[in-house]
């Protein structure tokens, strides 16, 4: 699986992104999927999930109540609607496979990593 995430940019803080994830030549609805983030300097981190029918969903304590992940399997597509941005959420974002099915959501369960989108939130 291919993955591309797009949307990111430059962002004053306290405003908006919607990131979004697709996939070329394979479907996703088959799949949890999840974004994580990795600012400057930082380890790769989760930030959400979905599952496959975008019913269920988990997030980051740090974004919880400002994220939310959601799905259009007919569009093939996973989005991240990032809302209230702040310096801290400043990261290179990228949309991944959970390929343990909903697993412990760590960053070694998620592959197909593509490349991934700037999110750069200005303070």
């Known amino acids: 699986v291919q993955l591309q995430a797009s949307g990111g940019g430059l962002v004053q803080a306290g405003g908006s992104l919607i990131l979004s994830c697709t996939a070329s030549?394979?479907?996703?609805?088959?799949?949890?999927m999840g974004w994580f983030r990795q600012a400057p300097g930082k380890e790769r981190e989760f930030v959400a999930a979905?599952?496959?029918?975008?019913?269920?969903?988990r997030y980051a304590d740090s974004v919880k109540g400002r994220f939310t992940i959601s799905r259009d399997n007919a569009k093939n597509t996973v989005y991240l609607h990032m809302n209230s941005l702040n310096a801290k959420d400043t990261a290179v974002y990228y949309c991944?496979?959970?390929?343990?099915?909903?697993?412990?959501?760590?960053?070694?369960?998620?592959?197909?990593w593509g490349q991934g989108t700037l999110v750069t939130v200005s303070s």
């Open positions: 030549g394979h479907t996703l609805s088959s799949y949890v």
């Open positions: 991944a496979v959970d390929k343990s099915d909903w697993g412990s959501l760590g960053t070694a369960d998620f592959g197909s």
């Open positions: 979905v599952n496959w029918s975008g019913v269920t969903t």
